[in-house]
């Protein structure tokens, strides 16, 4: 497996300052698909890149979960429904939004689970996560692994302030750029990657941690992903710019 370490000095992007969900020309960025999808705005970070906020800008639907809403607001849209055990919900918007409240208080997962399950019961199966990182990092580690899960079930990505997450099973193209930065995470020892178009060779290796097989970059306009076992989640960073 070739090591990658030696690239772990490079910076990644600077994080923007925080800002509302502005309209921009970056906006063309999102994959053409894309403003499609149905949003799930999980109670993280508020996206501030052009990219995801193209993205809850144009959305069919958006699903907050529970105290989301909040943020939802201050960019002033409104959700389509509200999903989890309301307790981040103030009683004003409790009342405000009666008809769109779709109470869950099951334990045994978090807000994000309960969100996806409730498009699935809609036939809202293109998704986009949004808002599912940054604050707690453990909240950030889970609902990556979550990520990994859905994608049995449903057409999802999740989309950062600096790139996207898609989890891959079996075989895919995927687009890109020259120069793009790629990183690939698997959960168990037995997942075997290989990659086509991208600087540094994936035949077949198998990651023990979750650094063996990031930083890597895109030579082409697409790359050739084939996961054996799996799923895989792949990063992709946006254009700069």
């Not at 099951?106 to 986009?128: H, I, P």
Request: hydrophobic share 40%; aromatic share 8%.
């Amino acid at each position: 497996m070739r090591c990658l370490l030696h690239h772990c000095t490079q910076r990644y992007a600077a994080f923007m300052s925080p800002r509302r969900c502005q309209s921009s020309s970056s906006a063309s960025r999102t994959q053409p698909h894309d403003t499609a999808r149905t949003v799930i705005l999980a109670n993280g970070a508020f996206p501030t890149h052009p990219v995801p906020c193209a993205l809850l800008r144009h959305a069919p639907q958006i699903v907050c979960c529970d105290g989301a809403t909040i943020s939802l607001l201050a960019a002033s849209l409104e959700p389509t429904a509200i999903v989890g055990d309301l307790d981040s919900l103030p009683p004003a918007l409790r009342v405000r939004f009666s008809d769109r409240l779709h109470p869950d208080t099951t334990q045994d997962d978090n807000d994000l689970a309960k969100a996806f399950r409730f498009c699935l019961s809609q036939g809202w199966r293109e998704l986009a996560i949004l808002g599912g990182t940054g604050l707690r990092e453990d909240h950030t580690l889970g609902n990556l692994g979550w990520l990994a899960d859905f994608s049995a079930q449903a057409d999802v990505v999740l989309l950062t302030d600096t790139g996207r997450f898609t989890a891959v099973r079996g075989t895919a193209t995927l687009a890109s750029f020259p120069g793009q930065q790629v990183s690939l995470f698997t959960f168990d020892a037995q997942t075997a990657l290989h990659a086509r178009g991208l600087r540094y060779a994936l035949n077949g290796v198998k990651p023990t941690r979750w650094w063996q097989a990031t930083l890597n970059e895109a030579v082409g306009d697409t790359f050739d992903l084939t996961i054996q076992g799996g799923p895989a989640l792949v990063f992709q960073t946006y254009p700069a710019g």
